[in-house]
Every structure is written in C-alpha cells, then in structure tokens.
C-alpha cells in the first residue's frame, strides 16, 4: 500500500515502556556497508547493513530470528514470529532491488512479504489474504523472556488463575488481566511495544484499510507473560467483531528498533510512504497513483463540544480521519478507487450517512454537511437524561476500567446500585453495564411536574452492544410493563468481559402512558430496567448489554 494512507484521528503513541529514554529510530546509512543477504541452508538471513539483523525460514516463512547490537530477542516458548500460529511449509523466495531485500512466502492463496532497507533498523511487513482458506488473522512478533519486563493493564503478566476461558486471568490482589484488554481504540495509537536498557523494540501498525471495526474498535495489542511478550499486527480480529472480514493486501507493519526512543514518525500510518516498494511484485500493491481522495468542505450543525470523525467504509475498504474542530474539515487521502459509505460520527455515534465515489488519481470534493438536528438524540427535549449521547458509555460507573480490566475486578465499584434523579452524579452512579444475573433490576427514581404526569412520554435507552441479545424492558410504579423488546443485530462472541463495548449503537423506545405516572407530584415515580433474554449463560457471562444514555422526552 502506498504512503499516502489516512492518518488515524487523535493518534497518540502506545508507549509501553519500563524505561523510555529519548530516541530515534536508526535509520541513517552508516552502516550500509554490511547491507545484503545470505543462505545458511534453513533460513534466508538479512542484513539491514545497519545494526539488525534477521532471518526467515527457508521452509515455513516463519521469522525465526530478530538480532539487533548482537542481541537476539526473538521467540519465546520455543515459538518463532509469524502468521497466526505459523502458516507450515510454505514456498519461500527472496531477491535484492537496489537497496531493498524482499522475502515473499507463499502458503495456498495466502502471500506474504519481509522487506528491509540498507541502512535502517526497520523490518517492513504485508500479508495478502485472499480468502479464509488459510486461517491468518494476526502477525505476532514473539519477544523473548527477560527482554522487556513489565506489568501494564492490557497484558496478562503474572496473573496465575484463569477466571474465564482461560484466557482471563486474576493476580493474587484482585487484578486482572488478559490479552483481550487492549484499552486503545485503533484510532488510538500508531505504535506499541517496550523500551528498556537502550533498547526499543516496536511494531508500528498498518493502516487498517482492510481490516474489519473501523477507527473505534478495540482488538489484541500485545501481551505479556512469564516466558516473553507478544507483539500483534491484527489482521482481522473476531471478538465482538461488527463486520465481515476484508480480504487483500495489509500493509506495510513495521517491526522498528530503536535506541531506546520512540520509532521514528516517519514509520507511522498515514506518514510512510512506500515508492520503493512500487515495483517490487507485491500481490495486491496498489501504488499512490492508484489512489483517490475524499475532502469535506465542513460539517455544519455539530455540537463542538464532541470530536467528530468521518468514516469510510464498503466491503472491501475502510479509512477514516478528523473533522476540524474549528469547521468540520476534512481530508481523506489515499483511498482506494469505489464506492463507499460516508459516515460522520459524534464521538462514536452515527450522525450523518451519504455515499460517495473515488477515482484513482481524483480528489471527490463535498460541500459542507449540514447535520439534521434530529440525526442527533441528545437535541431532543428531555425531562431528564442519565449520560450523554455519543456512542459510548463514558462517564457512567466502571465505564473507563472496562476497556482494560473484567468486571470482577477488585477495582470496579459494586455494580449495583439505584440512581435518583436531581441529586447530581446520576450518571457516576449508574453502572456502565446491565446483565440478566448481576444487576437487572435497577431503580431510577425521579419526580414529574403535574403536568409532565397527565401526559404520555417517550423513554429511551441507547446501547452500544449487548451479549446473548441482552436488552432492556421496563417497568414503571410496578403498574405498567413493556413488551419485551426484539433483540437489534449485534455481535456473536463476548464482549463486555473483554475489554470492549464497541458493537452497533442502538436505541430502544418505549411510549410510557399517562396512567403510568404517579399523580402526586412530592412523590418518586420508579422506573425498573430489567435484562431480557433467553440466552447467556450465568454471572458476567449472563446477557448484558452496555449503556449509552437513558432519558425521558419531554
């Protein structure tokens, strides 16, 4: 893919370091001397002429040796770096273009390629899948034990008991931790990885033009545990996945060493650019010239309190980027050639949707978006409203532990608890997620003016996802019940127990009546929201579903 491929919004680097000195990536040409490769009868062996060296198994692609200043740091448990868990015999080949060395494996439809640079400390990465014969979800770069030590939130380092599906775990003082937690959204981040003593070892992702998720999904970053750490480049990523896997070209990734500092920026997606790589036989490369762009004028009516983001998306491509604070500007470069839907989303909330074309070479210009104030929920009317309408359940009780961290740990607060109306901190106190076995059930109360009690409202409830079609009815002064809603599409796998709330946002309404309504206006009327489903299994494995915002229309 060529360099031209969209920035993330709101990048921020995904530092995981124990020690981070001031760095830079090496990418000079001091050491170009030594530049070219070698067969030593089981591996092809790579010399970046700079200080890194690496190999690739002759047999299975697998990279089966990472050496940088001499030292090795690649694999652990006895396993090498690769697809998936290694893709087996494969057929691999390697040619030199000037001053670039490409390795390509082949296994069935799948290709995949290594490719270094005189001079640089970097090794650069594409893996075209073309269908799910071969099964390639992931890259993981396998570091070895003692390399990098460390225990942040997102790894399942030093955590002996396993709590869920093995692969969930709880350290001895309640903590807990699994590979699942990646706490960054993709839009989040453009590297991750570990620094210490001198040394850091980083994978910079891709752009994500065909993975699956879009700017907001959270999936495998790497982990971490008693025989080494695991550095991933997902391809494709099921868990509470919210469309079907792409298949094509992915790439560049970028394994980068450093002396210490984070990789250069000139790695990053949405920065790198590629035109050495034009001309290398990458399957499925399309080059800058073969790309278009989609630009925005504005986007006119937003509430500038929220960021805004504008999406792309069809079955074969994704891309997205940030709409100006100041006008709702935007730019959208290196998309490839279709046509796609355009979405602009309030925080993580779907606001606007319009279709747009882009041609190879061409620039697709819109005039400024005007959003439709009923597109967005939080302009209607309300009485009251617990949480704010943007897509996510910031802001309500566990809300920010549950991208990192499984609902029985010891730091969440109780998840149980009735909120009233008025006294401030609704939100605060209102848990973040509802399921069928841990806190169905819970009470809201709240007074109405006379007149607000002799007529009808609308409730409504958004929701970010659900697990085993957990959805909400209620009940209001024990004396009026809706029906049990119909479940809305969502993802199949877990979610809410692994570190992701992110399915498809949806609202339920419910046309409370007159009759429902406490008369006396000193007293609370009491809304009961219970979880609904016939399936799910028990405790936080019971249907649930997350909270985006709850309130009462005028």
Same mark, same amino acid.
């Given at each position: 893919m060529s360099g031209s491929a969209n920035r993330p919004v709101g990048r921020r680097a995904f530092v995981l370091a124990a020690t981070a000195a001031a760095g830079t990536a090496l990418t000079g040409t001091a050491h170009a001397a030594g530049f070219g490769y070698s067969d030593d009868g089981s591996n092809y062996v790579v010399d970046t002429g700079a200080q890194l060296v690496f190999k690739v198994s002759k047999s299975t692609g697998d990279l089966t040796s990472l050496v940088y200043r001499g030292t090795e740091y690649q694999g652990y448990g006895g396993m090498n770096s690769h697809i998936e868990s290694g893709l087996g015999a494969s057929t691999v080949g390697i040619k030199q273009s000037g001053s670039t060395i490409l390795v390509s494996v082949t296994h069935g439809t799948l290709k995949h390629y290594y490719a270094a640079r005189s001079g640089e400390n970097n090794v650069y990465l594409w893996t075209d899948k073309a269908d799910t014969s071969v099964s390639a979800t992931r890259y993981i770069v396998r570091v070895k034990k003692g390399a990098f030590l460390n225990d942040e939130p997102d790894s399942y380092t030093y955590a002996p008991?396993?709590?869920?599906?093995?692969?969930?775990?709880?350290?001895?003082?309640?903590?807990?931790?699994?590979?699942?937690?990646?706490?960054?959204?993709?839009?989040?981040?453009?590297?991750?990885?570990? +620094?210490? =003593?001198?040394? &850091?070892?980083?994978?910079?992702?891709?752009?994500?033009?065909? /993975?699956?998720? *879009?700017?907001?999904? $959270?999936?495998?970053?790497?982990?971490?545990?008693?025989?080494?750490?695991?550095?991933?480049?997902?391809?494709?990523?099921?868990?509470n996945q919210t469309e079907a896997q792409r298949f094509g070209l992915q790439g560049p990734y970028v394994i980068a060493f450093t002396d210490?500092?984070?990789?250069?920026?000139?790695?990053?997606?949405?920065?790198?650019?590629?035109?050495?790589?034009? +001309?290398? =036989?990458?399957? &499925?490369?399309?080059?800058?010239?073969?790309?278009?762009?989609? /630009?925005?004028? *504005?986007?006119?009516? $937003?509430?500038?309190?929220?960021?805004?983001?504008?999406g792309l998306a069809n079955s074969t491509a994704q891309y997205w980027g940030s709409a100006r604070s100041s006008d709702g500007y935007f730019s959208l470069p290196g998309v490839l050639p279709g046509t796609y839907t355009l979405t602009v989303f309030k925080g993580e909330l779907a606001v606007y949707t319009t279709s747009v074309?882009?041609?190879?070479?061409?620039?697709?210009?819109?005039?400024?978006?005007?959003?439709?104030?009923?597109?967005?929920?939080?302009?209607?009317?309300?009485?009251?409203?617990?949480?704010?309408?943007?897509?996510?359940?910031?802001?309500?009780?566990?809300?920010?532990?549950?991208?990192?961290?499984?609902?029985?740990?010891?730091?969440?607060?109780?998840?149980?608890?009735?909120?009233?109306?008025?006294?401030?901190?609704?939100?605060?106190?209102?848990p973040c997620y509802l399921w069928k076995d841990v806190n169905s059930g819970i009470l809201v109360y709240f007074r109405l003016t006379a007149a607000q009690a002799a007529a009808a409202h609308t409730l409504r409830i958004g929701v970010t996802t659900a697990y085993a079609n957990g959805r909400?009815?209620?009940?209001v002064n024990d004396t009026w019940t809706s029906a049990v809603p119909s479940p809305p599409t969502q993802p199949n796998t877990r979610s809410l127990t692994n570190g992701s709330y992110r399915g498809n946002n949806h609202t339920f309404t419910y046309g409370v009546p007159a009759s429902a309504w406490k008369t006396d206006t000193s007293q609370y009327n009491v809304l009961r929201i219970d979880v609904v489903s016939g399936s799910g299994a028990t405790g936080f494995l019971s249907a649930g579903t997350a909270i985006d915002a709850i309130d009462l229309l005028a």
């Open positions: 008991t396993a709590i869920e599906a093995s692969d969930v775990f709880r350290k001895s003082d309640g903590q807990t931790r699994s590979k699942h937690y990646s706490k960054r959204r993709v839009m989040d981040y453009d590297y991750l990885g570990w +620094s210490a =003593g001198g040394v &850091g070892l980083w994978i910079v992702r891709s752009n994500h033009e065909k /993975a699956s998720g *879009g700017p907001f999904y $959270r999936s495998l970053l790497r982990h971490q545990s008693a025989d080494g750490g695991g550095l991933y480049e997902i391809l494709h990523y099921g868990q210490g500092g984070a990789p250069s920026s000139a790695l990053f997606p949405g920065t790198l650019t590629t035109p050495w790589a034009d +001309s290398l =036989g990458i399957s &499925g490369y399309v080059p800058a010239g073969g790309r278009g762009k989609v /630009a925005g004028v *504005g986007i006119s009516g $937003r509430n500038t309190a929220y960021p805004y983001t504008v074309s882009v041609s190879a070479g061409g620039t697709t210009t819109l005039n400024t978006i005007a959003l439709p104030s009923s597109n967005d929920p939080a302009n209607a009317s309300a009485i009251w409203r617990i949480g704010d309408w943007n897509g996510t359940p910031g802001g309500f009780k566990n809300a920010d532990l549950m991208t990192y961290a499984h609902p029985s740990d010891v730091r969440a607060a109780s998840w149980t608890g009735n909120v009233v109306i008025g006294g401030g901190g609704e939100t605060a106190a209102f909400p009815q209620v009940t």
